[in-house]
């Protein structure tokens, strides 16, 4: 019994440690995409923040939108 589990434990664990390599790559290859963004103009800050964004439901950008527009009216900032 042990040996099955010990099996299926490094399993596991192999494919974790596979998932994480390519999480890896897929991080570096985002970040090229952004370097190529900035060597062509684009300002990769605020395409994150755009990234972020679309990720969001409408209703939840909305009520951060709304929340926004409030501290900064509360702070003078127009």
Same mark, same amino acid.
């Given at each position: 019994? +042990?040996? +099955? *589990? $010990?099996?299926?434990?490094?399993?596991?664990?192999? #494919?974790?440690? %596979?998932?994480e390599e390519e999480k890896k790559g897929t991080a570096d290859d985002i =970040? $090229? @995409?952004? +370097?190529?963004?900035? +060597? &062509?103009?684009?300002?990769?800050?605020?395409? %994150?923040? &755009? @990234?972020?964004? #679309?990720?969001?439901?409408?209703?939840? =950008?909305? /009520?951060?939108?709304? @929340?926004? /527009? *409030?501290?900064?009216?509360?702070?003078?900032?127009?």
């Amino acid at each position: 019994m +042990a040996d +099955a *589990t $010990d099996d299926r434990l490094r399993l596991l664990i192999e #494919r974790i440690e %596979r998932l994480e390599e390519e999480k890896k790559g897929t991080a570096d290859d985002i =970040r $090229d @995409v952004y +370097a190529e963004a900035k +060597a &062509v103009g684009y300002d990769p800050k605020i395409m %994150r923040q &755009v @990234v972020r964004l #679309r990720k969001m439901k409408p209703n939840d =950008r909305e /009520e951060q939108d709304m @929340v926004l /527009e *409030t501290y900064k009216a509360a702070l003078g900032m127009g």
